[in-house]
């Protein structure tokens, strides 16, 4: 627990409020950023806030896949690059200190200049330091366009299924879970992206960011 309560101090000490540029991506930024927001205020979602959530990601996920002609290129290169970094990502996987002083800094610049808020890439980058056993297995971009698919598929079909959930406190929790998974893949797929545009696609940070962001999708999925 205090190792945790380190983690989240130093990540967040990392947030800086400087202007950050739009990219490419800057529309999954938005979203991500929105999800979270109301993951942050809503304690007790209504089915009102998760058909929100779900359809903001659905359309979302809709453009990445089906209308983005940047997304599966960028993802492809960045898998591709992926197997000459292994060493460099097994370390991060290891060594917290290390994580913290080579990827971290790096990536919250990516996710700022990308377009991300300060507080988003504060949970992003969080999220991706508790993900980091996942460094040390390369990830295929198959795989991960396959899950972003099944994360398309869920949110599209989310908002119909949780709304018709009542407001017993079980229903409650069930929504919180789903919106606190939903973030968790998208704020993966941001990761990914802010990498994509803005560092140097086959270096080793960005791969880590490529399989980071993948675990994170992987997650959202998983039943």
Known sequence: MKSIRMLLLLLLALVAGAAHAQSRYGYLHKTVEEILEIQRKAMKPSPADVAAVASRACNTLIILLDKDPNFK??????????????????????????FMDSFAPQEQEYL?????????????LIAAALSRDALREPLSAQRLLANIEKLRVETCKGAKILADANDAEEAQQSRRTQIRKWALGLGGLSLIAADAVFAVPSGGVATASFTLGGAGVGAAVAP
């Open 112 to 124: 700022l200049k990308s377009g991300a808020s300060p507080g988003a890439s504060a949970d992003i």
């Open 73 to 98: 290129k960028d993802i492809e290169a960045l898998a591709s690059a992926s197997h000459k970094n292994l060493a460099f990502h097994r370390q991060l996987a290891n060594d917290l200190v290390f």
